[in-house]
Each structure stands twice: as structure tokens, then as C-alpha cells.
């Protein structure tokens, strides 16, 4: 009996929720935004930077996650 999952089936990865002392990389405020570029790297906003650049972040694939 095979139980393995069939790879279209699965759950995508979540990434869990941000962590309190994430900060935001461009002012230093509390980060309410976590981005994950295509390339693999992740940054963090506030609130502010994360609606200022949010067109072009999803115009290069970024992916944008609320933490609330």
C-alpha cells in the first residue's frame, strides 16, 4: 500500500507568523509585512513602506503576508 501524498495534493508551505521584534527594513518601526522575493530572500515593512511599495513588489512575483 503506497501512503505517500501525491505532490498536487499537498498543502503549500505557510510561513509562520512574524515574530514581535521583526522590524521594518526601511524606517525600524514594527513590521506588519513580511515579503519573500523571488529569489528567496524576505524583507519586512511597516504598514506604510508595505502599501508604498507593494505595485512593484507584486510586479516582480514577490509574495506579501500580513501578520495580522
Known amino acids: 500500500m503506497n501512503t ?4 498536487g495534493n499537498r ?6 507568523p512574524l ?3 521583526e522590524r521594518c527594513d526601511r524606517c525600524g518601526a514594527g513590521a506588519l509585512v513580511r515579503v519573500t522575493l523571488a529569489t528567496g530572500g524576505e524583507l519586512h515593512f ?3 513602506h508595505a502599501r508604498m511599495h507593494a505595485a512593484r513588489l507584486l510586479e516582480i ?3 506579501l503576508r500580513s501578520a495580522l
Open 4 to 7: 505517500a501524498t501525491p505532490a
Open 19 to 21: 515574530a514581535r521584534p
Open 46 to 48: 511597516c504598514g506604510h
Open 11 to 16: 498543502d503549500p508551505a505557510v510561513p509562520a
Open 61 to 63: 512575483g514577490a509574495g
